[in-house]
DNA sequence: TAAATACCTATTGACATAGTAGGTAAATAA
DNA sequence: TTATTTACCTACTATGTCAATAGGTATTTA
């Protein structure tokens, strides 16, 4: 399940691209057209800012701005810096897991499979595909 | 992410598949094999009986059994049942959420497109593929 | 009658999700 | 300078899910 985090970021990045204007959008009016409440989408904007996604700025005139053209982000990327992982199990999500079990499972390599299947569907979408 | 539920029916399905005898396996041995709590597996158990994945017997000599032959399970049949829906997102995982922004929205093409090859992975793969 | 088993209800601790509340800092325009 | 607009910051919260645990009852066989 992808969460609000990855869903709402995408839905900013492609409200970004679409009403590019060449200055700076505020999140109000982000926060209006997509109708998710602004309070919260700033908990996502930051992030995405630290990440280095968008660039954000201050004051009046402020707001936010995609750093790269449209054609250059990766849905796959986006989402898996505001959810951490796409892996469908924690065995695959988190490197440092030991699993003792590991050699013996039955499953991992489905799921070796299918994240593969997930990385490459989602790594081989771009920002532009949504538009 | 799949849960533990699906994954440790899908371990369960398997150490049955595996195990079979003609007769019933104690939930005791299973769990002390697949190395997890009996007590927690009662309640998955439980479900994949009344899920009608598998059949339960009480008593001394009772146990779990597979009811049908094993290239006859589907994993996805398996992991749809426990975890509910593989969807992605609530408004394909929810056949009656309704979202206002539906005809609007820009990401929806892809979770369809997303949810059909998880669909399409997981419903073109039989127990047997993982034993 | 004893043992082994499934099956039942209730509870718990930890954590994530999806926010809300109220403030501070920075930039611009009057 | 001052007011306004904006991002940015810290803290809090309600709800729910996850992954169990605890302790009992019903059922079947030997």
Not at 87 to 113: F, G, N, Q
Request: aromatic share 8%; hydrophobic share 40%.
């Amino acid at each position: 399940m992808i969460s609000t985090r990855g869903r709402y970021a995408l839905r900013v990045m492609i409200d970004l691209a679409e009403n590019n204007n060449g200055s700076y959008i505020p999140l109000k009016d982000i926060a209006a057209r997509q109708e998710i409440s602004k309070k919260y989408l700033e908990i996502i904007v930051k992030d995405m800012v630290n990440a280095g996604l968008i660039l954000g700025a201050s004051g009046k005139g402020g707001g936010y701005q995609l750093c790269r053209k449209p054609e250059e982000y990766v849905v796959g990327e986006i989402l898996e810096l505001m959810e951490g992982s796409l892996s469908p199990v924690a065995c695959l999500a988190d490197k440092s897991y030991e699993c003792t079990r590991r050699a013996a499972c039955k499953t991992l390599p489905m799921w070796e499979e299918f994240d593969t299947l997930v990385h490459n569907y989602f790594y081989g979408k771009k920002l532009t595909d949504l538009l």
